[in-house]
């Protein structure tokens, strides 16, 4: 039963990276937070099953914060920002869609043979998954690199949380609970804080393009 | 091989014939189901197919031997490949001749038969149709091979009734990477049957198809049997769905009771297929055809994904 319950956590781990495909490959900024939200839900029900295998009772605490957070609150928020902006269908991407994923091709590889080696020294359950975590980190950075407008680089960055996340639920049964309660809030604000952001970026250029912010004086 | 297995084989034939174009029937019931249109009956297909026989075969001026030996060859190859995919047993003497990789061959070599018979006449619409099925064609076939290989790294081998031996015996253990070459599957699948989100199996407008145009100039018995192939074609493909994703219920021996059980559970999981797929072609819209190598691209990178993905997690 619970070597089963061990592969569920691995194949768990392998939706949370097809779902960091697929936003890679995805154009439109709606399905992107479709995408998150689904991803949100992933990464709590791995962290609840974790949490059963080792009977860490603190794990169901962090799913629980996962599942409300990550699949419900931001999700919502991004969903209140796109709508307001008016950017819903929203088509773009700075490199074409089928060479980023090529070199996500790449950077899977990258990250699976730098886990190979540190997931030999670890013990736990799902230590197979850390691979997984760190390509979904990577993968994560490469969406932030290659999108021109605001909200999917935001949506990057929360993605790459949930790697991180991931990679510390894998390796050591989760970060204590301090730790964890304080990134869940600062991830919350940092939302928050980005939304304004946004509304200032559009206000300014009449673009949530980020390569305006490049120039630093008016002409 | 003792006269069993050969029983056996002829059974799963004889069954694949059978059966193919109720289920092409089937999906086009659910589909018309889905769409809240009133459904066509479920015997459809066969009466089609019966029409087309007693209909006279029309053949251009300047068709080649090739263009009259198509149908033939093509509706050949389809009826080997469903003899070589386990569906009620694994017991297969035909299986040998033929694994995994030899199988995407088969469907490989349909292909260009079809292609080259539909440029044979000359006609644009002919060539157009060629050009396309080739470059849908060229870039689902690596994917199917991939999903192949994931499989067979699990088994340890290429061939399909080792593979289904292996997967439906064990204790259920749960393969992540098989997840991922679960859904490049259904992508190839949707390519290289013509479903909806790379071609309408059900439109004749000219600037969108892709199979229709192939077969546009086949009439009367030819046209019959290439309809009866795609039919084979799409079983064969769904046989190779079920048998590397869902193999529980199938017979390792030739014994009757045991083939007589794994019948209906066939036939069940052959209809749920088809449901699936109905329902995966009414949720999506036809893509431009330029959107067909990202498409089958996203397909290729999922399985190789998978075969890492299993790499890294199961190690010996």
Redesign the interface.
């Known amino acids: 039963m619970n070597s089963?319950l061990a592969?569920?956590v691995?194949?768990l781990?392998?939706?949370l990276?097809?779902l960091a495909?697929a936003m890679i490959?995805q154009r439109r900024i709606v399905s992107l937070v479709n995408l998150f939200t689904m991803q949100g839900a992933t990464l709590a029900v791995a962290t609840a099953v974790v949490g059963y295998v080792t009977r860490q009772p603190h794990l169901y605490l962090s799913a629980g914060l996962t599942l409300l957070l990550k699949a419900m609150l931001i999700p919502y928020a991004l969903h209140r920002v796109i709508d307001r902006l008016h950017i819903r269908w929203e088509v773009e991407t700075l490199i074409n869609?089928?060479s980023t994923?090529?070199i996500?091709?790449g950077v899977?590889?990258f990250a699976?043979n730098l886990?190979?080696p540190i997931s030999h020294l670890s013990s736990t359950v799902a230590s197979?998954?850390l691979?997984?975590a760190l390509a979904c980190v990577l993968l994560s950075f490469l969406m932030m690199i290659t999108r021109a407008k605001a909200v999917p680089q935001v949506i990057g960055f929360l993605a790459m949380e949930n790697g991180l996340f991931f990679a510390a639920t894998s390796a050591t049964y989760g970060m204590p609970m301090v730790v964890e309660l304080g990134i869940a809030l600062d991830v919350l604000v940092g939302v928050l804080i980005l939304g304004v952001f946004l509304f200032q970026i559009r206000e300014q250029f009449d673009s949530l393009d980020i390569r305006n912010l490049e120039k630093l004086k008016e002409d | 091989m003792n006269l069993r297995s050969i029983f056996t084989q002829l059974l799963e034939l004889v069954l694949a014939l059978a059966l193919a174009p109720l289920l092409t029937g089937w999906i086009n019931q659910c589909r018309a189901w889905l769409q809240n249109k009133s459904a066509p009956a479920l015997w459809q297909p066969y009466r089609l197919l019966r029409k087309l026989f007693y209909k006279e075969s029309m053949v251009a001026d300047n068709a080649s031997l090739l263009f009259r030996t198509t149908p033939y060859v093509v509706f050949g190859t389809m009826a080997l490949a469903s003899a070589i995919i386990p569906t009620v047993s694994t017991n297969l003497p035909l299986a040998s001749a033929a694994d995994a990789i030899a199988l995407v061959g088969l469907f490989a070599l349909a292909r260009v038969f079809l292609s080259l018979a539909a440029m044979d006449i000359g006609t644009a619409f002919g060539s157009m149709g060629a050009r396309r099925e080739m470059l849908v064609g060229f870039l689902a076939e690596p994917a199917l091979l991939m999903v192949f290989f994931s499989a067979s790294l699990i088994s340890g081998s290429t061939s399909l009734t080792t593979i289904v031996d292996t997967l439906s015996k064990q204790e259920l253990v749960i393969y992540p990477g098989l997840a991922f070459a679960a859904v490049a599957f259904a992508i190839v699948a949707l390519a290289e049957n013509a479903r909806v989100p790379v071609d309408n199996p059900s439109t004749h407008l000219e600037l969108t198809m892709i199979h229709e145009a192939l077969i546009l100039e086949y009439s009367g018995r030819h046209l019959a049997l290439i309809e009866w192939a795609s039919s084979l074609k799409l079983m064969a493909y769904l046989c190779i769905g079920i048998a590397l994703f869902a193999p529980w219920g199938i017979a390792a021996g030739s014994t009757p009771g045991a083939m007589l059980l794994a019948l209906p559970v066939l036939v069940f999981k052959l209809g749920l297929g088809g449901a699936l797929l109905a329902l995966l072609e009414t949720l999506s819209a036809k893509m431009r055809i330029f959107r067909v190598p990202e498409f089958l691209a996203t397909a290729f990178l999922l399985a190789v994904i998978g075969l890492l993905v299993h790499l890294l997690l199961v190690r010996p």
Do not use: D, E, K
Request: aromatic share 8%; hydrophobic share 65%; charged share 0%.
């Open positions: 089963l592969q569920l691995n194949l781990g392998a939706l990276l097809m495909f490959s869609i089928p994923m090529l996500g091709i899977v590889i699976f886990a190979i197979g998954t691979g997984i």
